[in-house]
C-alpha cells in the first residue's frame, strides 16, 4: 500500500492539528498550513518531535486568496508528487450575536473563509486531481450544515449549510472523473471555535456547559476516527459524521450516571 499525501488547510491547531496528527501516526505525509508563518512552523516542530521530518511540509496559506492556495498545492506537487487526499478544514468562529450586531469586517472574513476559502481549494484540489488522474476532496462542515439553527450563530451556521450544498453538488459533478467528493462531520469538538464565542460571558457558559459536556468531545478522540474513515473510502458523495442520532441518544441516557467534562483537560492544541 502505497503511502497517502495528505494536504490539510487550517492545520496549525485545533481539529486540523488533530487530523494532521492522526493521519500521521497511520503512516501518511502530511502538510500542514495555516495562514500565519509562525504558527505553521511551530506546529511542524511539534509534529516532528513525533514523527520523522521528512514525512511532513508547512506552507503558510490564506485560503480566501486563490493564489496562495494554488502555491499551497503546488508546494505539496512539489515536495511529495503527488496529492492524495486534500481537506478544506480552515475556517473562522463567531461570538454568539445577532448577525446585525456583528462588525462588517468579521462577516466578510468569516465568509471569505468558510466559503471562498473552501471554494478555492476545491477548484485547486480538484483540477489538480484530474490532471494527476485521482485524489479525494473533502470539506469540513459544522454546526448548521445539516440545517439545524441557533440564535446568535446564523453567520457561522449559514456558511457551514452552504458547505453541504457544496460538497453534494461537487460530488455530482466530480463523478466519473476519479476523483471523488465528500464531506466530514465532526460533531461538538472542544476547541476555540466552540468555547471562543463565550469568552467575558461567565454566565452564557455556565447555562451552557452542561449540555456541551454531554455532547462534545476531544480532538484525540474525533481526528483519528475521521482519518481513519477517509483513508478507508472509495466511495464519492461519502459523509462521515462522528456524532450521530444514536450517539447523541445515548449520551443524553448516559448523562444522570456518567458525568463528563471534555473541557476540563484541554490543552493547548485544543
Same mark, same amino acid.
Given at each position: 500500500?502505497?503511502?497517502?499525501?495528505?494536504?490539510?488547510?487550517?492545520?496549525?491547531?485545533?481539529?486540523?492539528?488533530?487530523?494532521?496528527?492522526?493521519f500521521?501516526?497511520?503512516?501518511?505525509?502530511?502538510?500542514?498550513?495555516?495562514?500565519?508563518?509562525?504558527?505553521?512552523?511551530?506546529?511542524?516542530?511539534?509534529?516532528?518531535s513525533?514523527?520523522a521530518?521528512?514525512?511532513?511540509?508547512?506552507?503558510?496559506?490564506?485560503?480566501?486568496? &486563490? #493564489?496562495?492556495?494554488?502555491?499551497l498545492w503546488d508546494?505539496? /506537487?512539489?515536495? $511529495?508528487?503527488t496529492?492524495?487526499?486534500?481537506?478544506? =478544514?480552515?475556517?473562522?468562529?463567531?461570538?454568539?450575536?445577532?448577525?446585525?450586531?456583528?462588525?462588517?469586517c468579521l462577516?466578510e472574513?468569516l465568509?471569505?473563509?468558510?466559503?471562498?476559502?473552501?471554494?478555492?481549494?476545491?477548484?485547486?484540489?480538484?483540477?489538480?486531481?484530474m490532471?494527476?488522474?485521482?485524489?479525494?476532496?473533502?470539506n469540513?462542515?459544522?454546526?448548521?450544515?445539516?440545517g439545524?439553527?441557533m440564535?446568535?450563530?446564523?453567520?457561522?451556521?449559514?456558511?457551514?449549510?452552504?458547505l453541504?450544498?457544496?460538497t453534494?453538488?461537487?460530488?455530482?459533478?466530480?463523478?466519473?472523473?476519479?476523483v471523488?467528493?465528500?464531506?466530514?462531520?465532526?460533531g461538538m469538538?472542544?476547541?476555540?471555535?466552540i468555547?471562543?464565542? &463565550? #469568552?467575558?460571558?461567565?454566565?452564557?457558559?455556565?447555562?451552557? /456547559?452542561?449540555? $456541551?459536556?454531554?455532547?462534545?468531545?476531544?480532538v484525540? =478522540?474525533?481526528?483519528?476516527?475521521?482519518?481513519?474513515k477517509?483513508?478507508?473510502?472509495?466511495?464519492?458523495?461519502?459523509?462521515?459524521?462522528?456524532?450521530?442520532?444514536?450517539?447523541?441518544?445515548?449520551?443524553?441516557?448516559t448523562a444522570?450516571?456518567?458525568?463528563?467534562?471534555?473541557?476540563?483537560?484541554?490543552?493547548?492544541?485544543?
Open positions: 500500500m502505497s503511502i497517502k499525501i495528505v494536504v490539510i488547510t487550517g492545520s496549525t491547531r485545533g481539529i486540523g492539528y488533530g487530523l494532521a496528527q492522526a500521521l501516526n497511520l503512516g501518511c505525509n502530511v502538510v500542514v498550513s495555516g495562514r500565519d508563518a509562525a504558527s505553521v512552523c511551530k506546529a511542524v516542530s511539534q509534529l516532528s513525533n514523527h521530518s521528512d514525512k511532513i511540509l508547512g506552507c503558510a496559506c490564506d485560503v480566501s486568496v &486563490f #493564489e496562495q492556495v494554488q502555491k508546494s505539496a /506537487k512539489e515536495r $511529495f508528487g496529492v492524495d487526499i486534500w481537506i478544506n =478544514n480552515a475556517g473562522l468562529g463567531q461570538q454568539t450575536q445577532m448577525l446585525w450586531e456583528l462588525d462588517a462577516i472574513a465568509v471569505k473563509t468558510n466559503v471562498l476559502g473552501v471554494m478555492n481549494g476545491a477548484k485547486v484540489a480538484i483540477r489538480g486531481m490532471d494527476q488522474g485521482h485524489g479525494a476532496l473533502y469540513m462542515e459544522g454546526f448548521g450544515s445539516d439545524r439553527t440564535r446568535g450563530l446564523t453567520l457561522y451556521g449559514a456558511s457551514k449549510y452552504g453541504a450544498y457544496l453534494d453538488s461537487l460530488a455530482k459533478e466530480v463523478r466519473g472523473t476519479g471523488i467528493a465528500g464531506g466530514l462531520r465532526p469538538v472542544v476547541t476555540d471555535l468555547t471562543k464565542p &463565550f #469568552e467575558g460571558k461567565p454566565d452564557e457558559w455556565k447555562k451552557v /456547559k452542561a449540555i $456541551f459536556s454531554i455532547l462534545a468531545d476531544r484525540e =478522540n474525533v481526528a483519528p476516527w475521521l482519518a481513519k477517509v483513508l478507508a473510502n472509495r466511495k464519492n458523495g461519502a459523509r462521515f459524521n462522528y456524532f450521530g442520532t444514536g450517539k447523541m441518544i445515548c449520551r443524553f441516557i444522570l450516571i456518567i458525568k463528563r467534562d471534555p473541557f476540563k483537560t484541554a490543552g493547548e492544541n485544543i
